[in-house]
């Protein structure tokens, strides 16, 4: 192997030009380094509020998965998931975005959206694929929070659904719950929000949204009544089913409605306490605001009557019992009873169908009616429960009387009851009973029977007689009488020689019928013989 | 038979140079602009500003480094929500799935071996910088090793690129490559760029001086 010349070797040529300048390629970890920085600048710009929520059990969360939405709009992400130190809740920190800081104010709510379903409603069906999320609800407070106390339920209303809010003080929840509807004329237009017992305990504050088209129809003079279950009265029509919408009927509800509700009377303010009445009637009674107070004494006993009971007029209810006491003036040995009514004068025009109309009734007008003669009587409701109710009505042959005052309240005069009436012919009959002198009649039949006594002996006294000598005669005679009707068979039996001769008597008279027969045979064909002799031997 | 550990004739100490395209030997007189006298192809007794483009490429990739793991380089979105894997949680969901056979690959290739590229590229140029004369065979091995261990890094891209390909079934399931994806990407680009850019002849420079 030669080794090339050396210098033979071409030299390299000098190249004029330079392609670039070598810092130029410093341009790229610049720009690198300007994406980075732009990238770390971005991301802590955006990088959105942390709040930290309180649940009370952390099913279905998951730090790093569980979103955060507003009105199903990704607004978060659950970044932890630890146990509070007293390790009776669990909290969750999450991040949210930036723009969702305006809406961390004190009263926005969290709740986990898991499957729901209750008052007819079913919810939150996407998360049993998805998995729970959690739903944020904004409120309306101004001051900003950043720590949150997550609702065990999702809330049936979100704080910016348009309507308005009212409370309704109940006696008891009945069967109300939360999501249960509120009816307007069978119409849902809203729902119930929650409840709570008042502080007293005494009863139960239930609170109802109404939906913004609605809500204007709740006024002060609204009243509200459990539509819960199905109200069932039997008339003298038949029987009357009266409900509210099935689910009403069955899951409960609130209905409510407004009398006068042309009359433009200004909505009622949002948080405005409402009475929620037991039902309908009820509902609409507590808003009869005349109502005449009128007394009545009387002097049977109110045994049956209640506080409550009806005060009818001629089959119209007008009224109810109030209160019923002693008359503390009355003289002792004839007690008489207080009975407080009150009567809602509106109802007389009720009945027609209308609705209560506001109604005055003076006491002149009263005193007229007792002076035609307007009396209280207390009446039976029910025979088998002994119920009493009150009843107005016109006696034109009462006894007059005149319309007086207690203290400033009508007294209205009293007819005795029906039932002290039934009373009195009781005692009538028993009285009658009474004088029908008893022990004289006991004297006549306790003589009738000493005679009858007597008789009897006398009797006995002649069976004796009768043992003693009449019997053994009697037998004797039965023993002759038995031996002729023996002998009397002894010559009826069949081989008995007197039946034997009967029958050879009989055959013998049979015999001689038929030679008798014979005979005439042959006097009939031939008349003659009794001339010639027969005419077989002709001479 | 073992490389020596000094080269006695050198290009740089006979000022020749070898054409790489047509492979004209020629001469040189230390100028920096040279072109072959037979192709013309622009010639280099080293390559020009090596170490200074090196080192720029290094930057970058180590900048892009930091992204390509923070953020997702995944993003699959299922009936069942959403979700974002970085490279890391990838791994950690490998581990935890049981398959750590699986997870160890993707976190050599993925992490620790652009990391110790960026390491080892570094240390490299550093001691060119320095004009270490200890060891140049070993830190040739080296180098040797991250040019051909460079490529296997886009390993993670590749499967990325694959399930973003295949997993479209719109509402079902889907798999979009995250913004990490692109910086995974352009780290193992730009360490590939840098190991081209370094000239390995430089680990050799500083023992070749000091024997002149």
């Known amino acids: ?539 | 038979m073992l490389p020596r550990a000094e080269n006695s004739l050198a290009g740089t100490t006979l000022r020749l140079l070898s054409c790489p395209v047509c492979g004209q030997t020629t001469r040189h007189d230390g100028a920096r602009t040279l072109a072959c006298p037979c192709c013309g192809t622009s010639l280099a007794v080293r390559k020009p500003d090596s170490l200074s483009r090196a080192w720029a490429w290094l930057v970058a990739a180590t900048l892009c480094y930091i992204p390509a793991n923070v953020l997702p380089i995944m993003e699959t979105r299922t009936l069942f929500g959403r979700q974002d894997n970085t490279i890391l949680s990838g791994v950690v969901y490998l581990w935890l799935d049981g398959s750590w056979p699986l997870a160890l690959v993707v976190f050599i290739a993925s992490i620790l071996v652009p990391l110790l590229k960026i390491l080892c590229l570094s240390f490299l140029m550093l001691s060119v910088h320095f004009r270490w004369r200890w060891a140049p065979l070993q830190r040739t091995r080296l180098y040797r090793l991250l040019e051909a261990v460079g490529p296997w890094s886009m390993l993670d891209i590749y499967v990325v690129a694959l399930l973003v390909a295949l997993v479209q079934w719109q509402s079902l399931a889907m798999i979009q490559a995250g913004p990490g994806a692109l910086a995974f990407a352009a780290v193992v680009v730009l360490t590939m760029l840098s190991a081209h850019a370094f000239d390995p002849r430089l680990i050799w420079d500083a023992a070749e001086e000091d024997r002149a």
């Open chain 1, 1 to 539: 192997m030669t080794e090339p010349p050396m210098n033979d070797l071409p030299d390299a040529r000098v190249s004029p030009r330079r392609r670039f300048h070598p810092s130029l390629v410093w341009l790229v970890p610049l720009v690198a380094a300007l994406i980075g920085g732009w990238l770390v600048v971005s991301a802590a710009l955006s990088r959105g509020p942390a709040i930290t929520i309180a649940f009370d059990s952390g099913q279905g969360l998951e730090a790093g998965k569980t979103r955060i939405k507003f009105k199903d709009v990704d607004i978060g992400e659950v970044t932890s998931v630890t146990l509070s130190p007293d390790r009776r809740h669990i909290l969750v920190e999450a991040r949210l975005v930036r723009e969702a800081a305006p809406y961390l104010v004190t009263d926005s709510r969290f709740w986990v959206v898991r499957p729901r379903i209750s008052g007819g409603t079913v919810s939150g069906l996407d998360t049993l694929l998805s998995g729970s999320y959690i739903a944020m609800d904004v409120g309306h407070s101004t001051r900003s929070s950043d720590t949150f106390t997550g609702l065990t339920e999702a809330p049936i209303v979100s704080g910016d659904r348009p309507g308005r809010q009212f409370t309704l003080d109940a006696e008891d929840l009945g069967s109300l719950e939360v999501g249960s509807p509120v009816l307007f004329r069978r119409v849902p237009v809203g729902q119930v929000v929650g409840y709570r017992l008042t502080p007293d305990g005494r009863s139960v504050a239930v609170t109802v949204f109404v939906n913004q088209p609605y809500d204007r129809y709740v006024t002060g003079n609204s009243r509200f009544w459990h539509a819960s279950g199905i109200d069932v009265s039997l008339d003298a029509t038949g029987i009357k089913l009266a409900t509210q919408s099935l689910v009403a009927a069955t899951l409960g509800g609130v209905a409510f409605d407004t009398p006068d509700i042309d009359a433009q009377a200004p909505e009622a303010a949002s948080d405005h306490l409402f009475v929620l009445a037991r039902d309908h009637e009820q509902a609409l009674r507590s808003g009869e605001a005349d109502v005449k107070r009128i007394l009545v004494r009387f002097s049977d006993s109110v045994r049956g009557l209640a506080v409550g009971a009806p005060v009818d007029f001629r089959g119209l209810v007008i009224g109810e019992v109030a209160s019923i006491a002693l008359d503390a003036s009355t003289t002792i040995g004839r007690p008489q009873m207080l009975v407080g009514m009150q009567i809602y004068p509106g109802r007389l025009t009720a009945a027609a169908g209308g609705r209560p109309v506001a109604q005055r009734l003076d006491d002149a007008q009263v005193a007229r009616a007792v002076a035609k003669g307007l009396r209280a009587q207390l009446r039976t409701a029910s025979l088998l429960t002994g119920q009493l109710y009150v009843a107005l009505d016109y006696f034109p042959d009462a006894a007059p009387a005149a319309l007086t005052h207690v203290g400033g309240v009508a007294l209205l005069p009293s007819m005795a009851g029906d039932t002290s009436e039934l009373q009195h012919s009781l005692t009538r009959i028993a009285r009658s009973i009474d004088r029908m002198q008893l022990d004289v009649l006991s004297a006549d039949t306790r003589r009738t029977l000493h005679t009858l006594d007597g008789a009897l002996h006398q009797a006995d006294g002649l069976m004796s007689d009768v043992r003693g000598q009449g019997l053994p005669q009697l037998l004797n005679t039965l023993q002759a009488l038995q031996q002729t009707l023996d002998s009397a068979r002894q010559s009826l039996r069949p081989d008995a020689p007197l039946q034997q001769d009967l029958r050879d008597a009989a055959r013998q008279v049979a015999a001689a019928a038929q030679s008798v027969r014979h005979l005439s045979d042959t006097l009939q064909r031939h008349p003659e013989a009794l001339l010639r002799g027969k005419p077989g031997d002709a001479p």
